[in-house]
């Protein structure tokens, strides 16, 4: 049984950084699509970033390109999250997924969450104004 488990969050000011990790086990990760969410109160689920082709393809959403990175290291089964200059707005439960995606793989593909078949329990993260 795959299991993701995200590391890193906490409470940051606006303006600071944070390095979200995310474990995986269970599955044979370079075949699987990894992605980051966001699910704020009351909001609904949301697309952050996702890398595919073992690190070769990356897809961040238009609220955090230049801010954000994703990365993976293959040898240890892991995916992290890179955040700068966070703003209040970045405030929410952030979430690890990975999905098995075969043929052509498009950032709108990777931006869904119904492709994404494992998630982790996810990782609090706080942007103080």
């Known amino acids: 049984q795959a299991q993701l488990v995200e590391s890193g969050g906490r409470l940051v000011q606006t303006g600071g950084s944070l390095r979200l990790s995310c474990a995986a086990s269970?599955?044979?990760?370079?075949?699987?699509?990894m992605g980051w969410f966001r699910q704020a109160p009351g909001k609904e689920r949301e697309f952050v970033a996702a890398?595919?082709?073992?690190?070769?393809?990356?897809y961040l959403a238009e609220s955090v390109k230049g801010r954000f990175t994703i990365s993976r290291d293959n040898a240890k089964n892991t995916v992290s999250l890179q955040m700068n200059n966070l703003k209040p707005e970045d405030t929410a439960v952030y979430l690890c997924?990975?999905?098995?995606?075969?043929?052509?793989?498009?950032?709108?593909?990777?931006?869904?969450?119904?492709?994404?078949?494992?998630w982790g329990q996810g990782t609090q993260v706080t942007v103080s104004s």
């Open positions: 997924a990975a999905a098995h995606l075969v043929g052509v793989i498009t950032p709108e593909a990777v931006s869904q969450t119904a492709n994404y078949g494992y």
């Open positions: 269970g599955l044979t990760f370079t075949s699987y699509v």
């Open positions: 890398n595919w082709w073992s690190g070769a393809k990356t």
